[in-house]
């Protein structure tokens, strides 16, 4: 057994090769180090606020370093006695109070005299030589390379040494590079410097090894110049637009669904892209219900002149955005850069920072670079977030717009896993290019402005439901499916001739989710009752009048988030329904229809001398009441505190059935009834109890009172 130990490692001596050389000792580094800790200063940049915002770095808000009084510190390299190359941290100028270098106790002012185009640095021009620093002096050298680094370790400056790594990383396209943590001084095999690295990636070709007075750079005159240019670009072609929509329409009783608080504004200002004489890009992410409403858009160009008009064309189907057609030219059409920007990864560009609060349109223009990449929507590449709260339009130094911050439109199945924000991520421009080019192809035809009579349309498919809870769940055998009844919803009624009672679909089927093409995952159903189960009747008479208007609706609404995701979807959508009929699962197919008439679009009628609103009985409120569709009676939807009938004691969602004796179906006929006369006798209902109300009016010169039918009210 020990002959044959001692054989194997023997074998193994001979087999195994030696150790490759680890590179200098201990000592070799710790003379490196000191040679070159001369040549190594810190770069401080002294931070502020502008207009309330704080100051951003690489995507991370600055506000801590001004809130703590202290400066952002980088490492800079002395190549000049009064030259120091560091990190571009980018930050706006704006947000730069000063600039200093620091070496030990001293220090001086520094000024930008260049940016490196490709090498993600920054050229600075010191005031003045600091004291016990000797410049770093170039020269090509052999290898092995090591690096030297200087950062910030649990509070200390630290400078370390490191052989250069040898592991190497290829692309799919082909690239090869060697990741080194920059920033970094690269020194030869006897620790000369050979070149600065401030990328993290390093070709094997040889070609890092040009010193940092070969970089390509743009000084900082021709910088100020192109971020001027790009200013009064940026003024003329990111126009301010007014978007003016109409009041929604709100049903008095009916509780707001998800998402309607902030679908009430009647005025957004966003920002506008002139693509060419006649289109704009308007980036605005207004989900359907909100589209509905708009009414008119105004353009205002750079130069304070009259705001042109703006005609809707399209929602883009993808992105948060809608394609106008100008009346006039306005601004001057941007060019664009069609190429992908992934090998732009910190390359020198320029950015500009649209801000729109009110009326007031401010643009900052600035430096950028792209720090690194990050995969999204069906694998493309974006670059990541470079802003801490606005992400900037990116452009090429030659002006060419890059990229713009545009949001992805989420599909429906997603959007209760996150809202659009009103700005999206830097989205390459290659990426719209054939959106732009034929935005037909890609609208969203059920996105588009609608009458004030089509806005609060819906979707049908004829079913009533109730939510799971982990009983219901476990008694219709879905709990598995239903994540124990937190998902899904059990039929209570099929509304005969409905998509639903046509399908075969029944009470006690409990649907579990839609299956829709196109859509990234199914949509798990969830209901919301949102209104009172059982309506306090008997205690309505304690109601002040001055509450009417808060008084929920007796009948579950028609609209709720199952109803709204439906609609969402489009009309003409086709999709599958999973239901679960005592345990099995069957699969109904459905298309996306707009539904009957509902209570919040029924038509109303408004007496001025009664003080009261009426509207038809739509499915819904039949529904509850149990009406036949031929039997009289209009709901009364809204009281006037101190009217005739508010007096008389009518109240909220009491049912007129009859004016006079004589029947009323429906608020035309209520109107003729109520015209012209000084008295009337009203039949109504409350649940199942009937009443006569009479209310007569006082003297009323003849001509004076007109009503007026017909449309829906609000």
């Known amino acids: 057994m020990q002959?044959?130990?001692?054989?194997?490692?023997?074998?193994?001596?001979?087999?195994?090769?030696?150790?490759?050389?680890?590179?200098?000792?201990?000592?070799?580094?710790?003379?490196i180090i000191g040679r070159h800790r001369s040549a190594m200063v810190t770069v401080e940049y002294e931070l502020q606020y502008d207009g309330g915002k704080p100051p951003a770095i690489g995507g991370d808000s600055a506000a801590g370093l001004v809130q703590q009084d202290r400066p952002l510190e980088l490492t800079g390299f002395l190549i000049s006695p009064d030259q120091v190359v560091a990190p571009d941290p980018t930050v706006e100028d704006r947000f730069v109070k000063g600039i200093r270098a620091r070496f030990g106790e001293d220090a001086t002012a520094a000024h930008p005299a260049a940016y490196a185009r490709q090498q993600g640095a920054v050229f600075l021009r010191l005031e003045h030589p600091l004291k016990g620093t000797q410049p770093l002096a170039f020269a090509p050298g052999e290898g092995p390379y090591g690096a030297v680094e200087r950062n910030?370790?649990?509070?200390?400056?630290?400078?370390?040494?490191?052989?250069?790594?040898s592991n190497l990383s290829v692309r799919d396209d082909g690239s090869r590079f060697v990741y080194l943590e920059p920033p970094c001084l690269i020194v030869d095999s006897k620790g000369n410097p050979v070149t600065l690295q401030f990328t993290g990636e390093l070709a094997p070709d040889g070609a890092w090894k040009t010193p940092p007075s070969q970089w390509e750079a743009v000084s900082a005159g021709d910088m100020a110049q192109a971020l001027s240019a790009l200013q009064k670009t940026a003024e003329s072609a990111l126009l301010?637009?007014?978007?003016?929509?109409?009041?929604?329409?709100?049903?008095?009783?009916?509780?707001?669904?998800?998402?309607?608080?902030?679908?009430?504004?009647?005025?957004?200002?966003?920002?506008?892209?002139?693509?060419?004489?006649?289109?704009?890009?308007?980036?605005?992410?207004?989900?359907?219900?909100?589209?509905a409403r708009l009414e008119r858009m105004l353009v205002y160009p750079a130069d304070g002149g009259e705001p042109v008009a703006a005609a809707f064309s399209q929602t883009l189907k993808d992105y948060g955005a809608l394609v106008a057609n100008l009346e006039k030219p306005v601004g001057a059409a941007l060019k664009v850069w069609p190429c992908p920007v992934e090998e732009f990864r910190n390359a020198l560009l320029l950015g500009a920072i649209v801000t729109i609060r009110g009326d007031k349109r401010v643009v900052h223009v600035g430096r950028k670079r792209i720090p690194s990449f990050w995969v999204g929507w069906e694998g493309r590449v974006y670059p990541q977030p470079i802003a801490a709260e606005?992400?900037?339009?990116?452009?090429?130094?030659?002006?060419?717009?890059?990229?713009?911050?545009?949001?992805?439109?989420?599909?429906?199945?997603?959007?209760?896993?996150?809202?659009?924000?009103?700005?999206?991520?830097?989205?390459?421009?290659?990426?719209?290019?054939?959106?732009?080019?034929?935005?037909?192809?890609?609208?969203?035809?059920?996105?588009?402005?609608?009458?004030?009579?089509?806005?609060?349309?819906?979707?049908?498919l004829g079913l009533?439901?109730?939510?799971?809870?982990?009983?219901?769940?476990?008694?219709?055998?879905?709990?598995?499916?239903?994540?124990?009844?937190?998902?899904?919803?059990?039929?209570?009624?099929?509304?005969?001739d409905s998509p639903a009672a046509k399908a075969g679909v029944e009470a006690g089927f409990v649907l579990l989710r839609l299956h829709v093409e196109g859509e990234p995952k199914p949509i798990e159903v969830m209901?919301?009752?949102?209104?009172?189960?059982?309506?306090?009747?008997?205690?309505?008479?304690?109601?002040?009048?001055?509450?009417?208007?808060?008084?929920?609706?007796?009948?579950?609404?028609?609209e709720n988030d199952f109803i709204r995701t439906l609609t969402d979807l489009g009309f003409?959508?086709?999709f599958k329904a999973e239901f679960s009929d005592h345990g099995k699962i069957v699969l109904k197919d459905f298309e996306v229809v707009r539904g009957p008439t509902h209570y919040g679009e029924a038509p109303g009628y408004r007496s001025k001398q009664l003080g009261f609103t009426a509207k038809d009985m739509t499915y819904e409120v039949r529904r509850y009441f149990r009406k036949k569709d031929d039997d009289p009676g209009?709901?009364?939807?809204?009281?006037?505190?101190?009217?005739?009938?508010?007096?008389?004691?009518?109240?909220?969602?009491?049912?007129?059935?009859?004016?006079?004796?004589?029947?009323?179906?429906?608020?035309?006929?209520?109107?003729?009834?109520l015209t012209g006369g000084q008295a009337y006798r009203l039949s109504v209902l409350r649940m199942t109890q009937s009443r006569i109300v009479n209310v007569r009016l006082a003297e009323v010169p003849a001509g004076t009172e007109k009503e007026q039918p017909g449309k829906p009210t609000r």
Not at 402 to 423: F, N
Request: hydrophobic content about 40%; some cysteine; overall charge negative.
């Open 3 to 31: 002959v044959r130990l001692l054989a194997t490692l023997a074998f193994l001596l001979v087999t195994i090769p030696a150790a490759r050389a680890e590179g200098p000792s201990p000592a070799e580094q710790a003379d």
């Open 390 to 460: 606005e992400e900037p339009f990116l452009f090429a130094l030659d002006g060419r717009l890059m990229a713009l911050p545009i949001a992805r439109r989420p599909k429906v199945s997603t959007q209760r896993e996150g809202y659009m924000e009103q700005q999206g991520p830097a989205t390459p421009m290659c990426y719209l290019t054939g959106h732009l080019a034929d935005p037909a192809a890609h609208a969203d035809l059920n996105n588009v402005p609608l009458t004030e009579e089509e806005e609060n349309r819906l979707a049908w």
């Open 240 to 291: 301010r637009v007014k978007i003016e929509l109409r009041s929604p329409r709100r049903t008095v009783g009916v509780p707001m669904r998800r998402g309607d608080e902030g679908e009430s504004a009647t005025e957004l200002n966003v920002p506008g892209v002139v693509l060419d004489e006649r289109r704009l890009l308007v980036l605005a992410p207004l989900e359907p219900k909100v589209t």
């Open 527 to 558: 209901v919301n009752r949102g209104y009172i189960e059982s309506f306090p009747w008997e205690r309505l008479d304690e109601v002040p009048e001055q509450y009417y208007d808060r008084i929920p609706t007796p009948w579950p609404p028609a």
């Open 464 to 496: 009533e439901m109730q939510p799971l809870d982990e009983d219901l769940a476990r008694a219709d055998q879905v709990s598995h499916l239903t994540e124990n009844g937190r998902t899904g919803a059990l039929v209570s009624y099929v509304y005969p």
């Open 152 to 165: 910030r370790s649990s509070g200390f400056w630290t400078t370390a040494f490191q052989p250069l790594p």
């Open 572 to 574: 003409g959508r086709k």
């Open 634 to 673: 209009v709901i009364v939807s809204r009281m006037e505190p101190g009217s005739k009938v508010s007096v008389a004691g009518i109240k909220p969602y009491e049912i007129i059935t009859a004016v006079n004796d004589q029947p009323v179906h429906n608020v035309k006929e209520l109107e003729q009834l």
